[in-house]
């Protein structure tokens, strides 16, 4: 994944196939794959209209795939994922493509969640303070003190 693209912070999960894919004399075990958008499975079917379902979702797990271990973007195919990524591995990146799709749904949930707990529940403001309440506050805090007779009525004494 380029360093300067910022487009998908936060909607990338990055994780070990047991297996790896053999390119270039190596086993590339490392890989980071972005979350699933509408035009991934779109472009995946136009690219194989009469494929079966399994290289749809093949097709579909190599767009996501931002990097596999050191395996250049262009080299990083359709065929090659087919004739040399595993059972297993296949299994592995289908568990994190739904991990990360249960980690957005969440971090979305959490957003609506908080704007309507925000529209529920306004911040609160401080009491607007009225002078003529103050001067009772402190008529019945004076009376309320006893020993001091000032303010009082002089009949109430």
Do not use: C
Not at 75 to 80: C, G, Q
Not at 126 to 135: G, K
């Amino acid at each position: 994944m380029n360093q300067a693209d910022n487009r998908w912070d936060g909607l990338t999960i990055t994780k070990e196939l047991a297996i790896g894919v053999y390119y270039a004399g190596t086993r590339h075990k490392s890989f980071t794959l972005r979350v699933a958008m509408a035009g991934d499975l779109i472009a995946a079917q136009e690219a194989h209209p009469q494929g079966p379902l399994q290289l749809v979702t093949l097709e579909v797990y190599r767009q996501q795939l931002l990097s596999l271990g050191a395996i250049p973007a262009e080299a990083l195919t359709t065929e090659l994922l087919r004739a040399e990524l595993s059972e297993g591995d296949l299994a592995l990146i289908a568990a994190a493509d739904e991990a990360l799709e249960k980690s957005s749904r969440r971090r979305a949930r959490h957003r609506r969640l908080a704007t309507h707990r925000a529209r529920l529940y306004p911040p609160r403001l401080p009491p607007r303070r009225n002078p003529l309440h103050d001067q009772a506050r402190d008529r019945r805090s004076r009376r309320s003190a006893g020993g001091s007779q000032v303010g009082r009525h002089p009949l109430r004494q």
